[in-house]
């Protein structure tokens, strides 16, 4: 079946970029996502990339995909407290439609 | 505003008590599907639906049951509750299977 790898912390001082990393397995895989959960709330969707592009930048937040390993990268630049939260990786399967396969998520911690 | 909505957001219950988590969009998606997010596990997907009527198991539907008789309600049944699963569940909708989905505010779900 599918699935997401994500590791779990991440700690970075304010200012600097934060890179996140996922790997999935499926190969067939046609959306990649990024979500965004603060503390006490819901999941806020950052910015996500078909399956068919290299890259995805939107203001601070590129993502990489690199489909031949199956990795996928978040890089925020300019990591600012309010950044800190749980980032989860995610993917629609290819062949399993209305379903979301998600990593178990990585908490960054921005330190001032 | 577009948005899905989860009623209700924190609710204490007693083992074999049966429940209801209702879930509402008004963004006239098609697909919505249930998540309960636990600690160390990231999101795993209960059940999902792909149009009114059409429902599926996701990774977890055991002790779950869910309907889908109008396009903008998905509720979540628990007809026998056990502390298991006691979580956070997510309802999620989307246009089409395979883009992005958006998530309601949560329900925090104790089993006791």
């Known amino acids: 079946g599918e699935d997401v790898e994500q590791s779990l912390f991440l700690s970075v001082r304010e200012g600097d970029s934060s890179v996140i990393n996922c790997t999935y397995t499926d190969s067939s895989s046609t959306y990649l996502y990024w979500y965004k959960q603060e503390p006490g709330a819901g999941l806020q969707l950052l910015t996500y990339?078909?399956?068919?592009?290299d890259m995805k930048q939107d203001q601070r937040l590129t993502v990489l995909l690199n489909k031949k390993d199956k990795h996928l990268s978040l890089r925020i630049a300019d990591t600012q407290t309010g950044d800190s939260a749980i980032y989860f990786c995610?993917?629609?399967?290819?062949?399993?439609?209305?379903?979301?396969?998600f990593g178990q998520g990585t908490i960054l911690t921005v330190h001032p | 505003e577009a948005q899905v909505t989860q009623n209700p957001r924190y609710l204490i219950t007693v083992t074999g008590k049966k429940l209801t988590v209702t879930c509402s969009q008004n963004?006239?998606?098609?697909?919505m599907s249930w998540y309960r997010q636990d600690p160390g596990l990231g999101l795993r997907q209960i059940y999902y639906s792909m149009n009114v009527e059409v429902t599926d198991k996701g990774d977890v539907p055991e002790g779950y049951k869910v309907s889908r008789k109008e396009k903008r309600n998905f509720p979540l049944i628990l007809e026998s509750p056990s502390p298991n699963q006691t979580s956070l569940y997510f309802c999620?909708?989307?246009?089409?299977?395979?883009?992005?989905?958006?998530f309601g505010q949560g329900t925090r779900l104790t089993v006791v």
């Open positions: 995610a993917e629609t399967p290819g062949t399993s439609y209305g379903k979301l396969t």
């Open positions: 999620a909708s989307s246009l089409l299977a395979e883009t992005e989905a958006f």
């Open positions: 990339i078909f399956s068919n592009m």
């Open positions: 963004m006239n998606h098609e697909y």
